[in-house]
């Protein structure tokens, strides 16, 4: 059975997703009676207005994407459970090269558009595999992705665990909510740990933030452990505490860990447990972030890192966001000591590389510090970013040595 087809308006219509293989189109670059004939989800093909072939994607009602493409300049074939191995196999292959895969670890197995699976994201801990559909299009097809994974991973994966209702937009129908529910797909879902630069963790799987863990940081958490050695530490933002462990681990003498959430902080000593012998003293604080910078002692802590959630989901509150960051990098900058080096991060997608950079010149600035840029640090190898999508690029962070 052949899918659909989606006409452009123009034979040169969209050029960023024709000509570079973008795969975004919007809503804009179709004849909208041939959207409004299809149903949320539907895989279509891709044609010029004269009837040339370009692609494969699929359907998403109600935001400015309309269609999002699983392939370029290709014949037509159903996006069926083969489809999705094949996608898989890759992805996997490329993780085991990372050397990321085995029992008893956890990565990123799948990651949207860097992977060729637009709206999907996959992490595996310790042999369970969460899939979260970002769209109704993923979402649909839940069963035949976990049916790949079964037949790519093998003995390594023992459950699968879907978790997309907190990502997913409703447009009302049925279908979509029981699609999107959070449920056990396959085996056994347990909350195993998982050792990451030789700190264990244990995922909150089923009511943690994203699939149960923030995977994208691991390469930073181990630069931060090889400067902790000797040094006090203060970890802002710190959810389940991955940079608090891995600069205990790397010799800190001392750790403060600050979170608005109690059940973060909660979660932070669960895992401080799973390590005993990490041993140097570590403080858990409760508090509101730009608050306890604010009444912050000078001087104190020789690393501090700031790792804060997305100050902006979209471009509406880019100003907001950057105003937000630069007050939390001035303040921080004010109270270090010389000679101390802050850790600072966005993972806001819409604030770019050189937006970031901008603002922390601005908190200089206004911090009246001089400051070096030792790093340019950015997600895992497991989250990779197409070339042909610049916008996976979501992390950016920097190291700075504060004189």
Known sequence: ?????????????????????????????????????????????????????????????????????????????????????????????????????????????????????????ADVYSGVAVIQAHTTGMALRRELIASALKEVMGDEITGIYSKSEGTLRFHGSDEERLYSRDTVLWGEVKELPFVENGVTFKPDIIKGQKTGFFLDQRDNRLLLQRYSEGKKVLNMFCYTGGFSLCALRGGASEVTSVDSSEQAISLLEQNLALNPTLMAPHHPVVQDAFRYLEGMEESHFDIVVLDPPAFAKNRSALSHALQGYRRLNTLALEKMPRRSLLFTFSCSQVVTPELFRNTIFTAALQAKRNVRILHQLTQAADHPVSVFHPEGEYLKGLVLYVE
């Open 1 to 121: 059975m052949y899918n659909r087809q989606v006409r452009l308006k123009g034979e040169s219509q969209d050029f960023k997703s024709i000509g570079r293989r973008h795969p975004w189109f919007f809503s804009g670059a179709f004849f909208p009676s041939d959207l409004r004939a299809l149903s949320d989800g539907e895989a279509v093909e891709v044609v010029t207005k004269s009837g040339l072939h370009i692609g494969t994607g699929y359907y998403e009602r109600g935001g400015s994407i309309a269609v999002r493409m699983l392939s370029f300049g290709e014949v037509q074939k159903p996006i069926d459970e083969g489809f999705f191995r094949d996608k898989i196999s890759a992805a996997y292959k490329m993780r085991q090269m990372l050397g990321l895969t085995g029992r008893g670890k956890g990565y990123r197995l799948i990651y949207g558009e860097g992977d060729g699976l637009p709206g999907l994201v």
